[in-house]
DNA sequence: ATGAAAGCGCTAACAG
DNA sequence: CTGTTAGCGCTTTCAT
């Protein structure tokens, strides 16, 4: 035999001390009325019959698991990540924990990374939407459980639930700004063709800082595809293919920036020649060459605001919080716009 | 009211049909003796009431929770991140699900990861070791408790348990051998002060391959430090000191090489001038300026491969397996070394 | 300060 | 094919 087979319970302190589980109960979890004598010796057994709490028990009799189910697009994104690590940090000291869902931008695994939360019993729900999310109907169970929800950076007007997003609509328009301050005319777009808040709110900043510097709309120059550094290729592709070439490229994420970087070194329109800008601020995003201009959504606010709202929504259940944090974009200037 | 406060259970489905718990557990388990009338309204009436099952309490009644708990040093890693992603993959369709724990590289976290994981009760430990960790009694536990452990990567060898490690001897003669083929003579080497054997049989491997092609091995040459870009910076600078500065870098990772590769670009040593090479394969490895040569560690593969040695375990709980899978590195070839 | 006992939601051995 | 019943390990109210 190696060793005894049972893992060892309260029960087994109580036993091994002549007291009743009650008290044991009482005397690990810091329960005041327990006498100092009581309380040492049941953490000395404990230590000593190499006790570990089963928190499965624990959560099952008082309806609290101290998760928190974090749901992202993809955890590949450098920008995710950084989210992630914030929420891990900020939850730090609080007693809860995280468990990580990737919906990898697909809608169906979205839903079901929902159901398999909620069955895990987890206390509350974080979500950044995948691309697909066109309908949320499938988050309306989280808010039937009344456990907190907060959506972050990908959200969705039809849920009426605390939000932490960027200003998307500034973040398109000073990207657009800054391309126009440096000297370009004819700023291209290349963006996704799924219609989710964030994106369509850069374009609108895309839009209006053009019609703000006087600047026509050419509707020629907005390509809706996807999002990827292939599609960054494909995109200046088609672009170059207009009789009215644009000198300047907005890409919607820095993925794409990147594609449609590599495609105009080739094809020897190296930025800034014609400029690119990307959003999100990716690792890679400084280290390439030309080095990106990007904007920078920073991630760790958007984790700290959402621990923030988690908490008070713990806090205070009966509050109905729809608060929404705006985040401020920043631009960085790089060497692909500075002309 | 915002509706009836309880979830469903199936009591209130054994209620509203007249039948008794385990006919309706039994239903939506697909115990196969079961009246298709009975299961099909059993099925209907769970639906119509909305009813998601309680997985805790069935994992504590039954002792498993179908989750396996993923310890990785960090998700910031484009490298951690791939595996993780195939873990996922490689577990679609078994029922096993993954929780993550970050390390961030600290040992005292790792430790803390080992218990929470513990405590959720998983079913099984896949884990990747900081840096830090130099001792891995936290794990024995996770032995004791007669659940399977697999180590993957970062590995140690007081582990009695199944690994699916990288050949890194291989990788580092590679590494080397590929410089010295592209005519390079004093290869410098930029590691981490940490023991941890994936970086000394690198070392070994760099070693071999100087002596397989009669090349002095130069201790100056062997610098000791930390695996960031700063670091990567910080050793080029320490080299550039040398008496007799080497003409080729091999960096420990990638974000090492990349900082070495921006502080010779700042010297006006521009890679492959001076040829750098480094680990991982990361993200951003293949679009900076020149692209960086590295070596490619199989992330997917190692992911499912993990999968696998966990599933054989699963299904033959008596086998002590400890087989060690042994991944083949892979030489990309960048300007960073083309000389 | 401590004990007794009920029960969280589910499973499964045993009966019928 | 279905019901009865006993727990899984823990928390918590009500006693004492």
């Known amino acids: 035999m190696s060793g005894q087979k049972k893992k060892t319970t309260i029960y087994d302190i109580a036993k091994e001390l002549n007291i009743t589980v009650s008290t044991v109960s009482r005397a690990l979890s810091g329960f005041p009325a327990i ?6 010796a049941v953490i000395e057994t404990a230590k000593r019959l190499n006790y570990s709490p089963n928190k499965l028990a624990s959560a099952l009799k008082s309806g609290q698991t101290h998760i928190i189910g974090v749901i992202v697009p993809s955890l590949q994104a450098h920008f995710f990540a950084s989210i992630i690590h914030s929420i891990e940090k900020g939850l730090k000291g609080s007693g809860y924990r995280v468990i990580l869902y990737q ?25 950044s939407l995948s ?9 309306s169970e989280v808010i039937k459980q009344n456990k907190p929800l907060i959506l972050f950076d990908r ?22 700004q800054h391309l126009i301050d440096q000297g370009y005319k004819n700023i291209a777009y290349l ?10 709110e850069r374009l609108k900043g895309y839009k209006a800082a053009l019609a703000d510097n006087d600047l026509p709309l050419n509707e020629e ?5 996807g999002l990827s550094i292939k599609d960054g290729r494909f995109g200046v592709g088609k672009l170059m293919r207009l009789e009215h070439k644009p000198d300047a490229i907005i890409a919607a994420d820095d993925f794409t920036a990147l594609g449609a970087i590599k495609k105009l070194k080739e094809i020897d329109q190296v930025p800034p020649k014609i400029g690119v800008i990307g959003f999100a601020n990716e690792a890679f995003s400084a280290y390439i060459t030309p080095t990106l201009s990007t904007i920078d959504q920073h991630p760790n ?6 621990v923030k709202l988690f908490l008070d929504m713990i806090k205070d259940k009966s509050a109905h919080n729809t608060s929404t944090v705006i985040i401020e974009p920043s631009l960085m200037e790089r060497q692909s716009t500075l002309s």
């Open 155 to 176: 959200v969705h007007e039809k849920l009426d639930v605390p939000k932490v997003i960027l200003d998307d609509f500034k973040a398109g328009y000073t990207a657009t």
């Open 35 to 40: 006498s100092d004598t009581t309380r040492q």
């Open 191 to 200: 963006t996704t063709i799924h219609q989710i808040p964030i994106f369509s």
């Open 301 to 306: 606010q958007m984790g700290t605001e959402c």
């Open 221 to 225: 120059n907005i390509i809706f595809g």
């Open 103 to 127: 919906s990898n931008e697909s809608l169906i695994s979205e839903i079901n990374g929902v159901k398999t939360l909620l069955e895990a019993q987890v206390d509350g729900i974080m979500a």
């Open 131 to 139: 691309l697909e999310t066109d309908n949320v109907d499938h988050f």
